[in-house]
Nanobody
């Protein structure tokens, strides 16, 4: 089992920045992917950015050059630095941990990000 604890959401004005953090604990195998998805009101959950433990990244097109994902493998923590935020970035952001050994996804409870215009 893996537990995920997210932090860093909140209310920010358009053009502002926020940093999300997600710490994983529990039984963690070395090969994994951590990252972020989001669900806006009335929309399906979508990928924002993910990063393997080896450092490979995958970003959604709509966040390239604005968001940066990073992780500290020693702390099993992933970060999402969000800049130049837009009102359409308003969503619940979910931390994801994919265990490649078990081929299983774990999800955090989500953290609300609200961007005002």
């Amino acid at each position: 089992q893996v537990q995920l604890v997210e932090s860093g959401g909140g209310l920010v004005q358009a053009g502002g920045s926020l940093r999300l953090s997600c710490a994983a604990s529990g039984t963690i195998f070395s090969i994994n992917t951590m990252g972020w998805y989001r669900r806006a009101p009335g929309k399906q959950r979508e990928l924002v950015a993910i990063m393997t433990n080896g450092g490979n990244t995958n970003y959604a097109e709509f966040v390239k050059d604005r968001f940066t994902i990073s992780r500290d493998n020693a702390k099993n923590t992933v970060y999402l630095q969000m800049s130049s935020l837009k009102p359409e970035d308003t969503a619940v952001y979910y931390c994801n941990f994919y265990d490649a050994h078990l081929r299983y996804n774990y999800w955090g409870l989500g953290t609300q990000v609200t961007v005002s215009s």
